[in-house]
């Protein structure tokens, strides 16, 4: 499983896509998120898009949507996950790992 962080294009994007794809149902206007942890952020500070954290085996059609916020610096982590994150983030962002997480 993969800690990544999104950002859609709105809230009702986000949930139309996780039950497309059949990481959601929705019974009487409640969703409920399948095989993956979700926690829904919404609007961060001047970003106009739905900020979500997931914890999942990644599908690739959601790969647009991955933002990468620097380590140790986002609103939301899930707990005991964070390394997992700045691992990413390192491989996913070579350049940038050693000054984001202060290693050498």
């Known amino acids: 499983m993969t800690y990544l962080k ?34 829904q952020i919404g609007l961060v500070e001047s970003d106009p898009r739905w900020a979500v954290d997931v914890i999942w085996v990644a599908p690739s059609e959601f790969q647009q949507y991955v933002v990468w916020p620097v380590p140790n610096s986002a609103v939301h982590w899930f707990a005991g996950w964070e390394s997992a994150y700045a691992q990413a983030y390192c491989q996913a962002n070579p350049t940038l790992c050693n000054e984001a997480t202060g290693e050498q």
């Open 6 to 39: 999104y950002a859609w294009p709105t809230e009702g994007q986000f949930i139309t896509d996780m039950l497309s794809a059949g990481f959601a149902t929705m019974e009487e206007d409640q969703i409920t998120f399948v095989d993956c942890y979700v926690h």
